[in-house]
């Protein structure tokens, strides 16, 4: 089973390498916001500064998870081989582990920019362990946004799977306090912001680079989060798997 689930983490990286753009949106985005919103006001700043680059880390996480998961799922779903696939004896579970695998190995990769950024302009701590936590603490709390982005790669054709992984980004970006930090943030938007899996996200993250330990009901909402994405993930493959072969 594991070298099945290589083999299709295998392909789809290909299929990633021979169409770059994804890649380089998912991790040009943050590197880009880093350079021009963190380096130019905390970037004399170890502390703050390390936090900037958790944040930024997470958004090109979120990105490679969501839109550029949910968008090659539609795809693949449009292609006559994503049929063919679904005959083979060896089941769903080594396609969807290897693409996920595939997705995962995306948010490393787009971790890169963010910390070239933040070595060259700001003092951020690029210590091998805190580095190792933080691409972790990403990994981790991506794992929702990679459901949803499978639950709507599985449900949408790619055009609107494009948009509406957009559209759900940028809210989740910005209400989790990703780009603006949630001190700063309104009162009322700071309550929304327990609630959505992108402020989970971040104090694992935030945790990770150095700062106070996470909150009780952001955790408990990230692994909710987690639950119902996945489980509408799981409905969403059912149900594309009974239309096509009903």
Excluded at 141 to 162: C, D, E, N, Q, Y
Excluded at 197 to 202: F, I
Aim: hydrophobic share 55%; net charge neutral.
């Amino acid at each position: 089973m594991s070298s099945l689930i290589l083999a299709h983490a295998r392909y789809q990286a290909l299929e990633q390498i021979r169409v770059p753009i994804g890649l380089l949106a998912s991790g040009l985005f943050p590197a880009i916001s880093m350079l021009a919103f963190a380096a130019p006001f905390v970037g004399d700043d170890p502390a703050a500064s390390t936090l900037s680059m958790g944040s930024m880390m997470l958004i090109g996480g979120m990105s490679a998870a969501l839109i550029a998961l949910s968008i090659s799922v539609a795809q693949d779903r449009e292609q006559p081989w994503n049929p063919y696939l679904r005959t083979l004896p060896a089941g769903p579970l080594p396609h969807f582990a290897g693409r996920l695998l595939t997705a995962m190995a995306l948010m490393v990769v787009s971790t890169i920019p963010v910390t070239l950024v933040a070595a060259i302009f700001t003092e951020a701590d690029l210590s091998p362990a805190r580095l190792a936590g933080m691409i972790g603490a990403v990994l981790a709390g991506s794992v929702p946004f990679m459901l949803i982005g499978l639950f709507l790669g599985l449900t949408l054709p790619s055009k609107a799977a494009i948009a509406v992984s957009q559209i759900l980004f940028f809210p989740f970006a910005i209400v989790g306090g990703l780009m603006l930090p949630p001190q700063v943030m309104p009162g009322f938007l700071n309550v929304i912001s327990s609630y959505v899996p992108s402020r989970g996200g971040g104090e694992l993250v935030w945790w990770a680079a150095g700062g106070a330990t996470p909150g009780t009901l952001p955790l408990v909402v990230l692994a909710c989060w987690t639950v119902a994405a996945g489980a509408a993930a799981a409905w969403a493959y059912r149900r594309d798997e009974g239309r096509r072969f009903s």
